[in-house]
């Protein structure tokens, strides 16, 4: 079998293990607790700054998934791509 190939940029590199489980746990978290307060009987609206310089106010978890720009990559990949596709 033949061994992975990766693609990455010269200023990136892999990092495993703990650090990097910890840090995804962490990035969830983070995301977690900004769409947790929109849930349920007692859920509170979002003020957001759109892209465009304009306010969004909504208790749409899917529209503010979509409104933030998170850099953390498992963030991205696990939280706001699948909704985006809904």
Same mark, same amino acid.
């Given at each position: 079998?033949?061994?992975?190939?990766?693609? #990455?940029?010269?200023?990136l590199? %892999?990092?495993?293990?703990r650090?990097v *489980?910890h840090?995804?746990i *962490?990035?969830?978290k983070?995301?977690?607790d900004?769409?947790r307060?929109t849930?349920?009987? %007692?859920s509170?609206?979002k003020?957001?700054?759109?892209?465009g310089?304009?306010?969004v106010?909504?208790?749409?978890?899917?529209a503010?998934? %979509?409104? #933030?720009?998170?850099?953390?990559?498992?963030a991205?990949a696990?939280l706001?791509?699948?909704? #985006?596709?809904q």
């Open positions: 079998m033949h061994a992975p190939v990766l693609v #990455l940029k010269d200023s590199t %892999r990092e495993s293990g650090k *489980q840090a995804n *962490q990035a969830s983070v995301v977690a900004i769409i307060t849930l349920g009987p %007692r509170m609206l003020m957001l700054l759109d892209t310089g304009g306010i106010v909504t208790n749409d978890g899917n503010i998934l %979509r409104e #933030l720009d998170l850099a953390h990559p498992a991205k696990w706001i791509y699948p909704l #985006l596709y």
